[in-house]
C-alpha cells in the first residue's frame, strides 16, 4: 500500500513523462524529428533495425495518439486525481499489450524501452492506496495542479 500523496506523485510523474515523450508526435513535422532522433538513438546502440517509411495514414495515426495523449497528460497535471491514476494504468495496460503484439511481430527493438515503462507506471498505478476504497472517500483525492 502506498499513501494518497505518494500515489498523487506517481500519477503526476506519469503525465509528466507522456508529456515529454508524446507532444512531439502531435504534428507531422515534429514527429518527422522525432524519428529521426530514434533513428540516431537506435545507431548509437548499435541497432540496425530501421523504423518503416511513414505514408499518411500511418502520420495520421501518430498524430491522433500523439494529440490526445497530449491532452490527457494536461488533464492529469492541471487535475490529479486518484480516478484519473487508475484510468491511466487501464490505458497503460491497453497500451503495453499492443507494443508486445508489435514487437513479437517485427516492430523497432526501442519500443521495448517503451513498453517496460507502460508496465512499470501502469503497476504503479494499479497499486492499492492507504485508506482509499474502490468507491470510498479518498476515491476523489486530487491535488492542484
Known amino acids: 500500500m502506498i499513501g494518497t500523496s505518494t500515489y498523487l506523485r506517481v500519477v503526476r510523474a506519469s503525465a509528466w513523462y507522456d508529456l515529454m515523450v508524446t507532444i512531439g508526435f502531435a ?3 515534429t514527429f518527422a524529428a522525432i524519428l529521426a532522433g530514434l533513428e540516431t538513438i537506435s545507431s548509437l546502440f548499435g541497432i540496425t533495425a530501421r523504423f518503416p517509411v511513414f505514408e499518411p495514414a500511418h502520420m495520421l495515426m501518430a498524430n491522433l495518439l500523439g494529440s490526445i495523449v497530449t491532452v490527457w497528460a494536461i488533464l492529469r497535471l492541471r487535475d490529479t486525481q486518484v480516478r484519473y491514476g487508475r484510468y491511466d494504468a487501464a490505458g ?3 497500451f503495453a499489450t ?3 503484439y508489435a514487437l513479437l511481430h517485427g516492430a523497432h527493438p526501442i519500443v521495448w524501452s ?3 515503462v507502460e508496465v512499470a507506471f501502469g503497476i504503479a498505478q494499479v497499486l492499492p492506496i492507504d485508506g ?3 468507491r470510498g472517500n479518498g ?3 486530487s ?3
Request: aromatic share 20%; with cysteine.
Open 27 to 29: 504534428t507531422p513535422w
Open 143 to 145: 491535488v492542484a495542479g
Open 139 to 141: 476515491a476523489r483525492a
Open 114 to 116: 517503451f513498453l517496460v
Open 132 to 134: 482509499v476504497r474502490c
Open 98 to 100: 499492443w507494443q508486445l
Open 92 to 94: 497503460r495496460f491497453l
